[in-house]
T-cell receptor, first 114, second 117 residues
Framework: EPEVTQTPSHQVTQMGQEVILRCVPI?????FYWYRQILGQKVEFLVS????????KSEIFDDQFSVERPDGSNFTLKIRSTKLEDSAMYFC????????????FGPGTRLTVL | AQKITQTQPGMFVQEKEAVTLDCTYD???????LFWYKQPSSGEMIFLIY??????QNATEGRYSLNFQKARKSANLVISASQLGDSAMYFC??????????????FGQGTTLQVKP
């Protein structure tokens, strides 16, 4: 069964460093998303991406964040200068765009900012 | 205001019994979708079941069913014949809007379910 994959599973970085989180969505899906989950809290939407551009972004997704689909398979989230409060689990999700448009999530990348 | 409310932070259920996890939602849209996801201790988010706002029948997927009461704006998840492997965090989520244009999901706070042997 096709699945969303994410690398790395765990990333540790120093405050102020740039990180890139990588995702490979399900191959025939057209819509891509990033969510984050701070430990013990609910899952929060960051950004959605369709047709090579951002469809919607939340207020969390400020200028420090960017997304890219550099090729036909990868979808990346970059955090330019990490802060302590960026420590969270980051989930990538993808959907086909056809009803019911269920979003399938990857296993997540746990980001720890020291 | 919370768009998705899960009022049960934690629940216990005896193995083989049924359990209901509550979810209420708030939207002014006529067209919306409701989803339940399971998050085991390993952390991944597993899709369980979907209910569309126009669906007249309650959704079912194996041991999972969704008790959809539109007038009350509730979408409770029912797990029948609980198994030890059902122990996890469960999230209710809503997508507003008719199609997959943005598809943004709004999540509730989650309910931790523990199944006792």
């Amino acid at each position: 069964e096709p699945e969303v994959t994410q690398t790395p599973s765990h990333q540790v970085t120093q405050m102020g460093q740039e990180v890139i989180l990588r995702c490979v969505p399900i191959s025939n899906h057209l819509y891509f998303y990033w969510y984050r989950q701070i430990l013990g809290q609910k899952v929060e939407f960051l950004v959605s991406f369709y047709n090579n551009e951002i469809s919607e972004k939340s207020e969390i997704f400020d200028d420090q964040f960017s997304v890219e689909r550099p090729d036909g398979s990868n979808f990346t989230l970059k955090i330019r200068s990490t802060k302590l409060e960026d420590s969270a689990m980051y989930f990538c999700a993808s959907s086909s765009g056809t009803s019911p448009d269920t979003q399938y999530f990857g296993p997540g990348t746990r980001l720890t900012v020291l | 205001a919370q768009k998705i409310t899960q009022t049960q932070p934690g629940m216990f259920v005896q193995e083989k019994e049924a359990v209901t996890l509550d979810c209420t939602y708030d939207t002014s849209d006529q067209s919306y979708g409701l989803f339940w996801y399971k998050q085991p201790s390993s952390g991944e988010m597993i899709f369980l079941i979907y209910q569309g706002s126009y669906d007249e029948q309650n959704a079912t997927e194996g041991r999972y069913s969704l008790n959809f009461q539109k007038a009350r704006k509730s979408a409770n998840l029912v797990i029948s014949a609980s198994q030890l492997g059902d122990s996890a965090m469960y999230f209710c989520a809503m997508r507003e809007g008719g199609g997959g244009y943005t598809g943004k999901l709004i999540f509730g706070q989650g309910t931790t379910l523990q199944v006792k042997p």
